[in-house]
């Protein structure tokens, strides 16, 4: 059964309870966290350009695949981006049981170490692009992706409460734009040098990691929640209850709509700005790509200042509504507007400002909200699986569908699913006053 008891909720939300808290611990958890949480975001979005980096030849892109530094087979283009959430969804389910049962802080020491070894295995790849190379590439990526995913429902949950989950958030978007920076840094530094351009650029993945790592060595212990049978039992009586049902329903399928249309613009933002033109430099690239990212940072801080003045759930609602109109928006004007290259550019900014402001919070804290503690890991692990799912959806997507229709097609249809994601925000998602009520589970 599910025991919630209002007295326990006057408690911090969200950690597995520390049998003896260290002095100071509080700025040990938040540092670890915010660490956590860059990390998960510059893990994510360094493969991008550090594919960007591989298929150019000194620096420049080249009309034939072939000529570049580090030729891709063919099944690299459209699966390697997605390996990471594949890797994701398996780690977002296990390890959020995992932190149910042995301690949240627990399982996160094990998800950090996951990220290090993948991270640290990209320095060590063949000289050369051969079929090795990739498969090696893909298995650390897909390593490093489940170090990611349990690192979502985990941190999340002994960040504290929904405002300081948001707070925590934050720190995920400079991890976004960070691998962009790196890149411009050895651009300039080592020019030319496609093999250590990249291999720096996924391997630094590994420092955040490093540094979350030994902050939360010093952090209080987790008390042991109780036998796997015991969690596992309670966990099924819990899913029988209706209005948890729609609860789950509401927080994992508005997080998987919006990884549909997030993951399948962010992680494709290399290829997106070649409709500003074909045959500019990688310098140019990053230094756009910088300009476009950077717009998530005041648009995150923005959504951690509304979200204790609007709620959760409106900051969702609100949020899908915004990113379809602008969707909407840019899909219309393509055609219209080809020609018009600063005011696509406007509207691309416009929409990079839009994915990070309202449902990037709201989805992450949600969870953290609605579901009672003693499974908090567990569905918040299974609400982020779902949306690393529609994040593998996206990145599997946006190449086939833009080939097939071009550009207009993939954000008519980022419309489309962030105007689902609006409509189920509404219908499925509990009252603002929720966490009063948790007890009636």
Same mark, same amino acid.
């Given at each position: 059964?599910?025991?919630?008891?209002?007295? !326990?909720?006057?408690?911090?939300?969200? #950690?597995?309870?520390?049998? *003896?808290?260290?002095?100071?611990?509080?700025?040990?958890?938040?540092?670890?966290?915010?660490?956590?949480?860059?990390?998960?975001?510059?893990?994510?979005?360094?493969?991008?350009?550090?594919?960007?980096?591989?298929?150019?030849?000194?620096?420049?892109?080249?009309?034939?695949?072939?000529?570049?530094?580090?030729?891709?087979?063919?099944?690299?283009?459209?699966?390697?981006?997605?390996?990471?959430?594949? &890797?994701?969804?398996?780690?977002?389910?296990?390890?959020?049981?995992?932190?149910?049962?042995?301690?949240?802080? !627990?399982?996160?020491?094990?998800?950090?170490?996951?990220?290090?070894?993948?991270?640290?295995?990209?320095?060590?790849?063949?000289?050369? =692009?051969?079929?090795?190379?990739?498969?090696?590439? =893909?298995?650390?990526?897909?390593?490093?992706?489940?170090?990611?995913?349990?690192?979502?429902?985990?941190?999340?949950?002994?960040?504290?409460?929904?405002?300081?989950?948001?707070?925590?958030?934050?720190?995920?978007?400079? &991890?976004?734009?960070?691998?962009?920076?790196?890149?411009?840094?050895?651009?300039?530094?080592?020019?030319?040098?496609?093999?250590?351009?990249? !291999?720096?650029?996924?391997?630094?993945?590994?420092?955040?990691?490093?540094?979350?790592?030994?902050?939360?060595?010093?952090?209080?212990?987790?008390?042991?929640?109780?036998?796997?049978? #015991?969690?596992?039992?309670?966990?099924?009586?819990?899913?029988?209850?209706?209005?948890?049902?729609?609860?789950?329903?509401?927080?994992?399928?508005?997080?998987?709509?919006?990884?549909?249309?997030?993951?399948?613009?962010?992680?494709?933002?290399?290829?997106?700005?070649?409709?500003?033109?074909?045959?500019?430099?990688?310098?140019?690239?990053?230094?756009? #790509?910088?300009?476009?990212? #950077?717009?998530?940072?005041?648009?995150?801080?923005?959504?951690?200042?509304?979200?204790?003045?609007?709620?959760?759930?409106?900051?969702?609602?609100?949020?899908?509504?915004?990113?379809?109109?602008?969707?909407?928006?840019?899909?219309?004007?393509?055609?219209?507007?080809?020609?018009? !290259?600063?005011?696509?550019?406007?509207?691309?900014?416009?929409?990079?400002?839009?994915?990070?402001?309202?449902?990037?919070?709201?989805?992450?804290?949600?969870?953290?909200?609605?579901?009672?503690?003693?499974?908090?890991?567990?569905?918040?692990?299974?609400?982020?699986?779902?949306? *690393?799912?529609?994040?593998?959806?996206?990145?599997?997507?946006?190449?086939?569908?833009?080939?097939?229709?071009?550009?207009?097609?993939?954000?008519?249809?980022?419309?489309?699913?962030?105007?689902?994601?609006?409509?189920?925000?509404?219908?499925?998602?509990?009252?603002?006053?929720?966490?009063?009520?948790?007890?009636?589970?």
């Amino acid at each position: 059964q599910v025991h919630f008891l209002a007295g !326990r909720m006057a408690t911090w939300y969200g #950690s597995a309870e520390g049998s *003896k808290p260290l002095p100071n611990s509080g700025w040990l958890r938040a540092f670890a966290v915010g660490c956590s949480n860059f990390s998960i975001q510059y893990n994510y979005q360094c493969a991008s350009i550090a594919m960007a980096i591989m298929a150019t030849h000194g620096d420049r892109h080249v009309s034939d695949p072939a000529a570049a530094d580090f030729p891709a087979a063919p099944w690299v283009h459209k699966t390697l981006l997605a390996v990471v959430f594949a &890797g994701s969804v398996a780690g977002m389910l296990f390890m959020g049981f995992l932190g149910d049962f042995i301690g949240h802080r !627990r399982a996160l020491l094990l998800t950090k170490a996951l990220v290090v070894l993948g991270a640290f295995l990209c320095i060590l790849l063949p000289a050369e =692009a051969s079929h090795d190379f990739w498969t090696h590439l =893909a298995l650390w990526r897909f390593i490093i992706g489940v170090g990611l995913g349990g690192a979502y429902p985990l941190t999340a949950a002994v960040a504290g409460g929904s405002d300081r989950v948001g707070q925590a958030f934050f720190w995920q978007t400079p &991890g976004l734009v960070a691998p962009y920076v790196v890149a411009l840094i050895l651009v300039d530094l080592v020019p030319g040098a496609t093999g250590t351009q990249f !291999r720096w650029i996924l391997g630094l993945g590994a420092l955040p990691s490093v540094v979350a790592l030994l902050a939360s060595l010093q952090g209080p212990e987790d008390s042991v929640r109780g036998s796997g049978d #015991s969690l596992i039992e309670g966990f099924r009586q819990a899913l029988s209850c209706r209005q948890l049902q729609r609860r789950l329903i509401g927080t994992a399928g508005s997080w998987f709509l919006f990884d549909v249309a997030a993951y399948g613009t962010v992680v494709f933002t290399p290829h997106i700005l070649s409709v500003f033109g074909r045959e500019q430099s990688l310098l140019q690239l990053i230094l756009l #790509s910088i300009l476009l990212l #950077s717009f998530s940072i005041p648009a995150t801080w923005l959504s951690v200042v509304a979200l204790p003045i609007l709620g959760a759930k409106k900051l969702n609602l609100y949020g899908f509504v915004l990113q379809a109109a602008l969707f909407a928006a840019f899909a219309s004007s393509y055609s219209i507007l080809n020609e018009s !290259r600063k005011v696509l550019l406007t509207l691309l900014c416009a929409i990079y400002f839009g994915l990070n402001w309202g449902v990037c919070v709201s989805t992450y804290v949600l969870p953290i909200e609605v579901f009672p503690e003693e499974f908090r890991g567990t569905l918040h692990g299974v609400s982020a699986a779902s949306g *690393k799912l529609g994040a593998l959806v996206g990145a599997a997507l946006f190449p086939f569908l833009n080939a097939a229709a071009g550009v207009p097609a993939v954000m008519g249809l980022q419309a489309i699913v962030c105007g689902l994601g609006a409509c189920l925000s509404y219908f499925c998602l509990p009252p603002e006053d929720c966490s009063l009520r948790l007890e009636l589970l």
